[in-house]
Nanobody
Framework: QVQLVESGGGLVQAGGSLRLSCAHS????????MAWHRQAPGKQREWVAS???????NYADFVKGRFIISRDNAKHTVALQMNSLKVEDTAVYYC?????????WGQGTQVTVSS
């Protein structure tokens, strides 16, 4: 069974930075594609960034140039470095693992960006 635990959320002023981390339990991390999604109040959950098991990254247009996704296969973690944060980045951020067509989600971590 895969468990994902996010950390690193909090309150930050616009223009600031935060680094989210997601810890993956189990022994399938190296074979899993990982991603971050977010859900703002009253909105649907949306994809933010992803990194394949081979390390290829992809970003939603609204975070390109500001966010960086990375993974540490030795520590079984995936990180999301968020820079130049905007008020509209306020959301609950979720980590997702995809392995063998199954998806696993974390509980989320709140990010609040103040003006």
């Amino acid at each position: 069974q895969v468990q994902l635990v996010e950390s690193g959320g909090g309150l930050v002023q616009a223009g600031g930075s935060l680094r989210l981390s997601c810890a993956h339990s189990g022994n399938r991390f190296r074979s899993s594609d990982m991603a971050w999604h977010r859900q703002a109040p009253g909105k649907q959950r949306e994809w933010v960034a992803s990194i394949t098991k081979d390390g290829m990254t992809n970003y939603a247009d609204f975070v390109k140039g500001r966010f960086i996704i990375s993974r540490d296969n030795a520590k079984h973690t995936v990180a999301l470095q968020m820079n130049s944060l905007k008020v509209e980045d306020t959301a609950v951020y979720y980590c997702k693992a995809t392995y063998d067509y199954s998806e696993y989600w974390g509980q989320g971590t709140q990010v609040t960006v103040s003006s």
